[in-house]
Structures are given as C-alpha cells and as structure tokens.
C-alpha cells in the first residue's frame, strides 16, 4: 500500500525501515543473517527510535525472538532465538511497547519480557504469524506462553490512540483468541 521508506542505508537500503501512523511508530527490521546487517540496524534503531516523538513503539520481525524445542532434534533447545539475542536487550534499553513476530506460523502472547524473563513491564511478544497453508504444532512454552492458539487462520486489529495501545487476535471465523491492551504514562520527549 505504499514503498517502503529508504533508510538511507549504502548496503541495505530498505531491508529496515520505520514509519508513524496516528499515535504508533512502527519500526521493521530484518532477522537474515546478513553480514554487518544485524550491527547496522542496532545503530540505526537508536538513532531512530531516539528521533520518535510518538507514544507507541511496535516493531515487526519474521524469525522469533524465541525458539522451541524440536522433537528430533536434541541440539534445539527451549530459549532465546538467535534473533532475540540480537534485539532483546536492544528493545529493553528503548522502551519498546509491542514486539510482533512471526516465522512460525502460529499465535502466542508472550507477555511482558524484560532482560529475557518474564516479568510485570518491558516489553509485550507476541508471534502472529499465521499466513499461508503451512502450519506448525509447536510445543507451548511453559515458560514464556501465556496464549498460545492451535494452529488455525486468524488475523489481529490494533487499535492506538494517546492512552491505550489494544491489540486482539481472531480466528478466520470471528471468535476472539486473544484481547489485551497496554497504558502508560507519558514519555518524556525532547
């Protein structure tokens, strides 16, 4: 619905990229392995989010800040994703409200995590990404899951004004999965 804004980046010009609508700053970064792209987004990311006068923060990425245990494969182990350990510490120093993954094909709200545990503030993970005919039955992590949705079409609306940020997951067919809103007080801005 519209180009994607350059990031005036020699080598990955529009890999990542932000934009404001209404209250929200959306941030997209990229999760590929590319070479000098990961340390290039970190040090674009501050600089932007630091320029943001908005009161939202949401940031989208494909690969999930977590993984999960694959029966069959020993040496994946339950934890923090190569992404995450990447961008973790990163979203805790800049306040980011709303982390939207996706990768797996399936929903979870992960609650507040903050230094890579779960917690009362920091920010909300959620994994919505359920698109396509592929579907994953991963195991539900007893650790970080607080709504996991079996593997089913559904779609979200959030909805951001100055006070409340509220994001809910559907399924295709108009039940609610999931609903759940964040407020806080103003930041303070330059």
């Keep these: 619905l519209f180009e994607v804004p350059s990031n005036n980046s020699a080598a990955f010009d529009r890999y990542y990229y ?16 590319f070479a000098g ?35 069959g494969r020993p040496e994946r182990q339950e934890g923090i994703s190569e992404s995450g350990q990447d961008f973790m510490p990163l979203f805790d120093e800049l306040g980011i409200d709303l982390v939207l993954t996706g990768h797996l094909h399936t929903y979870r ?14 920010p909300v993970y959620v994994m919505c990404g359920l698109a396509g ?23 979200l609306v959030l909805d951001a004004d100055a006070d409340l940020l509220r994001l809910r997951c559907f399924s295709i ?14 930041r303070n801005r330059r």
Aim: charged residues 35%; hydrophobic residues 35%; aromatic residues 10%.
């Design 18 to 33: 932000s934009f404001d609508r209404g209250d929200v700053h959306w941030i997209v970064l990229n999760t590929e392995p």
């Design 37 to 71: 792209l990961i340390d290039e987004q970190k040090a674009w990311l501050r600089a932007d989010v630091g320029a943001s006068d908005r009161k939202w923060r949401v940031v989208l990425l494909h690969r999930d800040v977590l993984q999960y245990r694959i029966i």
């Design 109 to 122: 709200n992960r609650g507040h995590i903050f230094e890579q545990k779960k917690s009362d503030h920091g």
């Design 133 to 155: 005919d592929q579907r994953y039955k991963e195991k539900i992590s007893a650790e970080f899951d607080d709504v996991a949705a079996t593997p089913k079409d559904n779609f």
């Design 173 to 186: 067919d108009g039940s609610l999965i999931d609903d759940f809103s964040l407020s806080k007080p103003d």
